[in-house]
């Protein structure tokens, strides 16, 4: 059974997030090693993959509202991430583990659909392609997205715990037409912290990757 070292950011910006998971990305290629980068933004960020970057009008209309805008290196259209979401970077060597990316992108909405049916909400649920991601009816809840070379992946998915879903009023998130998004708090109607949701998700990514976590205070400035 493989170890993967968990680091546990917090809140912190996106932009920071990012800048770990990339030395965790530069680790795994060097020494082999696996990670799993967990963080909460603590300020507004619309981003984009290698699709859907949003246009001069629109960009302007989203900074002002005062979003940052980045461009991230995986796949998918422009989402939002802020307070109260959940991001779960995992670095896994594909290869070592004999794990297709269809798989692997199978394996996170394993994850995601097992966390929120162990959390109650038992109408979760995965849709076939385009809809990658874990559903409750048209909404989406959990949003995956992923970026993988040399066998090595990064991003991975983003949770809606308590996030303020009105950012998603501005984008078409996902590059969905007529799908709405969704929160474990709105559904479940009641407050859903994102540290209430960490243990339960580490023990669901025990489960779905067959590991072993090991915890680092690293802070990954």
């Not at 960009?59 to 779960?88: D, I, M, N």
């Not at 199978?106 to 559903?135: H, K, N, S």
Request: charged share 20%; proline share 8%.
């Amino acid at each position: 059974m493989s170890a993967v070292r968990v680091l546990r950011l917090g809140p912190v910006p996106y932009a920071h997030a990012l800048r770990v998971q990339e030395r965790c990305v530069a680790a795994a290629r060097s020494v082999a090693a696996e990670s799993l980068v967990l963080s909460e933004p603590v300020g507004p960020v619309y981003a984009w993959g290698l699709r859907g970057a949003p246009g001069p009008a629109e960009a302007a209309g989203l900074r002002a509202r005062g979003a940052e805008l980045l461009p991230v290196r995986r796949g998918g259209h422009v989402t939002f991430h802020g307070p109260g979401q959940l991001l779960a970077f995992p670095v896994l060597h594909l290869r070592r583990r004999r794990l297709p990316l269809r798989r692997y992108v199978g394996a996170l909405e394993e994850l995601g659909l097992r966390l929120c049916r162990g959390l109650g909400l038992g109408e979760a649920r995965a849709l076939p392609p385009p809809f990658t991601g874990v559903w409750v009816g048209d909404c989406k809840i959990c949003a995956i997205g992923v970026h993988c070379g040399s066998h090595i992946t990064s991003h991975g998915l983003a949770l809606n715990c308590c996030t303020d879903l009105s950012w998603f009023e501005h984008i078409v998130p996902c590059g969905l037409e007529g799908k709405g998004v969704t929160s474990l708090s709105q559904e479940l109607g009641r407050h859903i912290p994102v540290e209430h949701v960490l243990e339960p998700f580490l023990d669901c990514f025990r489960e779905v990757f067959d590991c072993t976590l090991v915890f680092s205070e690293e802070p990954g400035d």
